[in-house]
């Protein structure tokens, strides 16, 4: 099956830096979506992009929707303890209603140093 | 409290052995799905089902099967686990138009 191919693999930083993530696939999307998972937890969404271009913040979050619509990047700013975890992005194509299919990257392991 | 919930959280089990993973969500979603979490692999769909009775193959559906016999309900299931299926599984839920998957908090399933 297909999968998106998302970089780096993992993270190691101190706190209070700023992080930078993205994905790339071969394939375009109609969204693009960024999920976090915390340790011994399911992913939970962070952010939503729905158009090529769009740029969208979720406090110290941003994430931008890529021109090609075959990419996506995520932003963590003044990164914190708790911003340790997993991050997913994830494509989707809308081919309307309950049929939506959902590709995921691989993930990007963040470790972050108080 | 709307959620998604994965019993059991851990299990290990023998090679050959029938079990069943269960998962229930509360929100009424139509659509639920199966993924297992593997490192370097990210999350991968086993299976999926779109409503009451109506399933399908994900990405890697090879070792497992499904029922989709009531909404709330969506049971993965291996017939004859190999070490090959050791993972971390995720059930996950949405309604009809809305992308927001709702993931339960995982089952890590260890078969020797």
């Known amino acids: 099956g297909q999968q998106l191919n998302q970089s780096p693999q993992s993270m190691f930083i101190q706190e209070g830096e700023d992080v930078s993530m993205n994905c790339t696939s071969s394939s375009i999307f109609n969204t693009w979506l960024w999920y976090k998972q915390d340790p011994g937890e399911g992913p939970v969404l962070l952010i939503a992009?729905?158009?090529?271009?769009e740029l969208t913040s979720n406090g110290r979050l941003t994430a931008q929707f890529g021109i090609t619509r075959k990419d996506s990047f995520l932003n963590i700013s003044a990164s914190i303890p708790s911003d340790v975890g997993i991050y997913f992005c994830a494509g989707q194509l809308n081919y309307g209603g309950a049929t939506n299919k959902l590709i995921f990257g691989t993930g990007t392991l963040l470790a972050v140093q108080p | 409290e709307a959620q998604v919930t994965q019993n059991p959280r851990y299990l290990i089990t023998v090679t050959g052995k029938k079990l069943t993973v269960t998962c229930s969500q509360n929100m009424n979603h139509e659509y639920m799905s199966w993924y297992r979490q593997d490192p370097g692999l990210g999350l991968r769909q086993i299976y999926y089902?779109?409503?009451?009775?109506?399933?399908d193959k994900g990405d890697v559906p090879e070792g497992y099967k499904v029922s989709r016999k009531e909404k709330r309900n969506f049971p993965l299931i291996l017939e004859s686990p190999s070490p090959n299926q050791t993972s971390l599984y995720f059930c996950?839920?949405?309604?009809?138009?809305?992308?927001?998957?709702?993931f339960g908090s995982g089952t890590q399933l260890s078969v020797l």
């Open positions: 089902s779109m409503n009451v009775e109506v399933t």
């Open positions: 992009l729905y158009k090529a271009g």
């Open positions: 996950a839920s949405r309604g009809r138009r809305n992308e927001k998957l709702f």
